[in-house]
Structure formats: structure tokens, C-alpha cells
């Protein structure tokens, strides 16, 4: 139970986030993303992040690398793009206003 609990909530926002994006539902995905993140970064750079995971063939977020410290937490996403290139994210999230939010996000 405590898996769940502490692993559920930072995933199931990481799915909502590249479900979005997968639609290309731009505005809603950035609308969860941390005020931070809308603050510090523009929406432009947010839309070519966006469109660059969008392009991807398939997104498959890891259900074990959840590592949650607290109130933040990272995910890592499999991004599959043509020519079968893969390329992992790691989505860095926070807890704030009673939601789990995207704010960040890395790539190998």
C-alpha cells in the first residue's frame, strides 16, 4: 500500500501530462505545469519541449523509476522516435496546490 500511495500520484500526473501532449492538447499540458515553470520559462519554450516529445512514435512512462523525495519527485518517460532512436526524459515534478506538477524535465 505505501507503494502506492507514494508512487501513484507523481505517475498518474506524468501520464496526464504526456497523454496531453501526445494529443497535442499544448494548452492543456502547460496548464499543470508549476508556477515556476510558467513563470521562469516562456510559453514558446514550453511549446517546442512540447512538439519535440509529440513527435515521438510512442511515450511509455516507467512505472518503477518513480523516485519520490518528499514533495518532488522524478519520472522517467521512454520517448521512441523514427528509426526506433530512444531517448529517456526524466520529468522532474512537485507538490504544489494539492497537485503533482510537471516543472522540469531532462534527457539523456
Do not use: K
Not at 494548452?27 to 509529440?54: I, K, P, T, Y
Not at 512512462?61 to 520517448?79: F, P, Q, T, Y
Request: proline share 4%.
Amino acid at each position: 500500500m505505501l507503494f502506492f500511495t507514494r508512487t501513484y500520484p507523481p505517475l498518474d500526473a506524468a501520464y496526464d501530462f504526456t497523454d496531453d501532449i501526445r494529443d497535442r492538447d499544448y494548452d492543456a499540458a502547460f496548464a499543470q505545469v508549476c508556477d515556476r515553470l510558467r513563470r521562469a520559462s516562456s510559453r514558446a519554450e514550453f511549446d517546442a519541449f512540447a512538439r519535440r516529445l509529440g513527435r515521438a512514435e510512442s511515450t511509455s512512462v516507467d512505472l518503477l523509476s518513480v523516485d519520490r523525495d518528499g514533495d518532488s519527485a522524478n519520472v522517467e518517460i521512454d520517448a521512441t522516435y523514427p528509426g526506433d532512436e530512444t531517448h529517456t526524459i526524466t520529468l522532474r515534478l512537485v507538490h504544489e496546490d494539492d497537485d503533482w506538477r510537471p516543472c522540469g524535465a531532462s534527457s539523456d
